[in-house]
């Protein structure tokens, strides 16, 4: 009688482990065939879409101090600074980068702005942003009122 258990326990055990199988023989080759489904259907390009950051304007009532040369309404101020030795550390710096017409403007808030250049068009001074972005990243147009 205790033989006649255990055969059935056997039997019914291989029973269990031959419906895992099948299970698992099934989903695999679900599995294959969704991705034989991708494999066949034509690539589709992605093309990533990167916005340009917006780039800051402000308007303002600015006192040039010293000489200029300043032509047009658009400046690109690259630092602003309460100390007035620190703008002008920044100034010398950038013109013995070559940047000759940078100046120092001082707005109504006694704030020192250091200017690379000033513009008579708009986009100029919005390349001239994008071009100093990577040295001076919060570089803004100054408007002059």
């Known amino acids: 009688m205790l033989g006649l258990a255990l055969m059935a326990i056997s039997f019914s055990a291989c029973k269990s482990n031959q419906e895992a199988y099948n299970a698992a023989y099934e989903r695999a080759k679900a599995q294959q065939e969704a991705a034989q489904q991708v494999a066949s259907q034509p690539k589709q390009e992605v093309i990533e879409v990167v916005e340009k950051p917006s780039i800051?304007?402000?308007?303002?009532?600015i006192e040039i101090i010293g000489k200029s040369n300043e032509k047009g309404n658009y400046g690109v101020?690259?630092?602003?600074?309460i100390n007035r030795t620190n703008a002008e550390g920044l100034q010398k710096r950038m013109i013995e980068q070559?940047?000759?017409?940078?100046v120092l403007g001082q707005n109504d808030k006694l704030m020192y702005r250091v200017i690379?250049?000033?513009?008579?068009?708009?986009?100029?001074?919005?390349?001239?942003?994008?071009?100093?972005?990577?040295?001076?990243?919060?570089?803004w147009i100054l408007i002059k009122e």
């Open 77 to 81: 101020v690259i630092g602003s600074f």
């Open 116 to 139: 690379v250049a000033f513009y008579e068009v708009k986009s100029d001074a919005q390349a001239k942003v994008r071009e100093l972005a990577k040295e001076f990243p919060d570089a």
């Open 98 to 102: 070559g940047y000759s017409q940078c």
């Open 56 to 61: 800051k304007e402000a308007s303002e009532n």
